[in-house]
């Protein structure tokens, strides 16, 4: 996803390695948000709008939840990005979908939407808060407000016992955090809905725990898409050797410790808005 700040600010990027990254995360979160938006209460032909909509993963998973009576309305500013959404939507045979180029923070139309979805978003905005007070006013009385957000607390705190692979969790940490990236937005959530005045949202946080090598290259995937960020920080890489060889040991190191590492903690929380 692309927010309000200049794309070259993004903490992620968006390159192309980048987009093939978010696709192989949304693989493995799927089953999570799938489960998430539809115990929220979205379902069968409602009117949803996603915000952040990156290369189109939320966005398509939605649309195939609300089905081709229902429709979603998908906000992401960066054009490169967009182009990309539309093209997989339209291979995917998804014609529910409505892919809008506009900045989070400006995005507003006369429209009522049945509910309003994002992962991984509020993180990155500036001012999470008038975010969810500005989507509230396009959602319908009694209409669902659903986000899921990361927490690196545990994430970190379960990444200690190995070297290598904690080395990459930190530095991928301290340059989030450096780049003002809010690493807690998850748990933030609760207050953030109350501060944007709609309910206090029920929630959860889950976390994956594995050792494959599909799961564990996310890390040096992101180190690599990080990796403009973390040299304009001027913060050392030298704990992780060679990048080239990067993945092959983080793998060895999980693989020969014979335990599992987490991904990070997904935050999920929604309410729904009241009727007056």
Known sequence: MSTDKDQTDYHLGNTDAEHERLIRQAVRLAPVTERFFREAGIGSGQQVLDLGAGVGDVAMLVARIVGPSGKVVAIERDARTINRARARAAEAGLNNIDFVSADIA??????????????????????????????AKQIRPGGVVAFQEGSWIPFVSLSAHLPLWYACISLLHESGVRSGVNLEMGPGLHKAFQDAELPAPRMRLEMELASDPDFTRWVSDSLRSVLPQIQKLNLSVEALGDFDTLQ??????????????????????WCRKPAS
């Open 106 to 135: 400006e995005y507003f139309t006369d429209s009522m939407f049945d509910a309003a979805v994002g992962r991984y978003i509020l993180q990155f905005v500036p001012d999470p808060v008038a975010a969810l007070r500005s989507v």
């Open 248 to 269: 092959e040991r983080l793998q060895h190191e999980v693989r020969t410790s014979n335990t599992v590492v987490p991904w990070i903690g997904l935050v999920a929380a």
